[in-house]
């Protein structure tokens, strides 16, 4: 039996990363359908300029996810503007250095770690007791990294996939509160950060020899219709585009393409280019 439509009017949803991309657009989208936004991130002009787009729709906060006590004091404040939360989108992130493992500087490798997967956990943690009084929703934003595993992106590969078994672990945990558990699954999307990554040498080597299909990022307004679909359903998982669903559930035989087109694509010249400096 499908499930009714979950009702986004008067929702209070908190969005990490709000500041720009997939975070500001799934904000706008979602305010147009009614709900309170508390926008959390690391840049206050552009938050407090999105603030001002959504008018009274929507309250923000500056907090960075590697840091447990901005994350908490972020959400008690949200709290006590707002009155509770309802949804939770855990976005923010950050792009990895594109290099081997054996040549990244150490601290770049962690960083990505902590900011993807240990942001990601201390967001739930801070909202968990929130979400779970008014019976909500947690959306946790893995990527088609956590399915495949390229290289050259080792700590963000990582990242995702703990992102999502945090989400597997949490859905049966949270089932008898009535609290839904999401993951959200990219692939390239047109943000700030897959631009940057694109520009990086190793990246741009191997997207020339790559065919299009597999590396055309899609605009952010489309992973935001997703994201508000898969809201409005409480979806268990959202994959933006659509067409990559049989990749994520057919992980190793993918896997095993990937590594192939890695090959041919030249990647053994691009890593000893990486690892020679």
Known sequence: MA????ELRDRTVLITGAARGIGAETARRLAARGARLALVGLEPERLEALSAELSGSAAWWEADVSDAAAVQRAVDAVVERFGGLDVVMANAGIAPPQTTV?????AAFERVIDVNLLGVWRTVRATLPHVRA???YLLLIASMAAAVHPPLMASYNIAKAGV?????SLRPELAADGVDVGCAYFGFIDTDMVRDAFEEAPTRRLRQRAPAAFTRPLPAAAAARGLERGIERRARRI???RSAIPVLFGGRLFQAVADAGARRAGIADVIRDVERG
């Open 239 to 241: 994959v933006v585009p």
């Open 102 to 106: 054996a040549a990244v500087d150490p």
């Open 3 to 6: 499930r009714s439509t979950y």
């Open 134 to 136: 008014r019976r909500g």
């Open 164 to 168: 999502e078994a945090l989400a597997d």
